[in-house]
């Protein structure tokens, strides 16, 4: 959809399905749709992306299994903190 503003702020989802495609030759797959989101607030964004990032980590933990609990808990390793600063191993 062309604007009128290109600097216009936007945030929209939208899916797009591939079909009837040419040549012939070219086969769609099972994933024929993608969902496609245009965002202008990159900041907002960035934290979308990092919170969605630790919800993953936090589910990962959930479904480890003791063995492996405790092999990371014996790990040594630079972390990160909640504002982003690398914290080194002493």
Known sequence: ?????????????????IYDVKPEEVRISKRDKQLVQIITDHETASKEALFRELINRVH???KMTWWQQIKQSITLHPTKDENGIIIDVE
């Open 60 to 62: 990962m933990q959930e």
């Open 1 to 17: 959809m062309p604007r009128e503003d290109p600097y216009e702020e936007r945030d929209e989802l939208f899916e797009v399905q």
